[in-house]
């Protein structure tokens, strides 16, 4: 039975292998009955929108249905029911689980009580690994992943689709140039993570400094939910922005990414220009979550 | 006070049980947490700490009676005392003389530090950390401790 809980679980074979299969169906060359008459079980604990709709979608795609969980105020988890049970229960009801929790670690327990398939759709600050595989789909689509220079920048500390995107890259020999405000830098074991496996961080307080160097800029939004006082979160949310004049800084092949939802990070005056990928990369979540339920299903 | 006979023993002997010695100096008391002997438990034990080395300079060790300790409590050890030896004594011989080894995984013995891991819930998860070259790497989170691995022995 395969699960898909961590990037660290993925060598760069399959990796490449996944991306190449979201290719493929992003041509068009899949069948659309491959799951038929199967079914996905959606157990999101916490809010999505692009996740859970996109792996819906994926599923449709394939022939499969989906059965939502619903908010966890209606199910059992509201009555003090461990996810543990849950997850030994409802593998009854489906082919496969696609589980976003706020506790990190949640999917790697559920994946040894399920008897079914179990893919992390976000687990705390921790993975989410079908977001950094549709974020490689889309620098693939650009550019060569080998030895690329990345730009991480906003909150790099709770960010957990930058730490699952580093380690992947590592895989592929790149530079990475961490720009974080003050206190929401990269956390010191995934920086020795990346170390170990030979993957330089170089740090820097203004984007401006960096990013005429960089193949890609990956931009996230700082979470609100992590300041006490509004003042504090819109001191340091306004810290950096990303304008047409700050993107004609970068070399013409630099793309800029953001896993969405954007606040005030990026100014929508980007949008229009060649460089902005991010709505494209929110789009290929469908492809790459198609790859990955016909990986653990098909 | 005069020294001039013979010094007695600083721990008698025991008759039945383990011997850990060579054990990092000042690590006695977190080996003995690590092996879940606290002071609940029955075992008779002799603790000796700054004992002169001529091997390790200081050391310290543990006589443990009437309990042999198993592969997998030894190899526990590593991570406090990694020159640690480990003798096993039946009717005052050492019957049983080996050295530690890293574990390639703790089950049940260190408490993931990170407040947000699913193993500090009511979960049932039990403590599970995998050992890698610079530290102990949680199983459920990817938390790495790197240092100071005693203060988290469950």
Known sequence: MRHIISVRDLAREAIDGLLDRAAEVEARQYDPNLLRGRILGLFFFEPSTRTRMSFESAMARLGGVSLNMGSVEASSVAKGETLADTIRVVSGYVDAIVLRHPKEGAARLASEFASVPVINAGDGAGQHPSQTLLDLYTIRKSMPLDGLRIGLLGDLRYGRTTHSLAIALSLYGAEIAAVAPKGLELPSGIVQELADRGTSVAEYSAVEDVIADLDVLYVTRIQRERFPYTASYLDVASSYRITPELVGLARPHMIVLHPLPRIDEIDPRVDALPNAKYFEQAHHGVSVRMAMLSEVMG | ?154
């Open chain 2, 1 to 154: 006070m005069t020294h001039d006979g013979p010094q007695g023993l600083l721990i008698s002997p025991i008759r039945h049980g383990t011997v850990i010695d060579h054990i990092t100096a000042g690590q006695a008391l977190n080996v003995l947490r690590i092996l879940g002997i606290t002071g609940t438990t029955t075992e008779e034990v002799s603790v000796a700490t700054n004992v002169a080395s001529g091997r390790v300079g200081r050391k310290d060790i543990v006589k443990i009676e009437n309990r042999e300790l198993c592969k997998e409590e030894v190899d526990r050890i590593a991570l406090l005392a990694p020159d640690a030896t480990i003798n096993i004594i039946r009717e005052f011989t050492v019957i049983e003389k080996k050295g530690v080894e890293h574990p390639h995984e703790l089950l049940g013995v260190v408490r993931c530090p990170n407040p947000g891991c699913i193993s500090n819930t009511a979960e049932p998860a039990r403590s599970r950390f995998i050992v890698v070259p610079n530290g102990l790497r949680c199983h459920y989170c990817d938390w790495l401790i790197s240092k100071e691995i005693a203060a988290h022995i469950l």
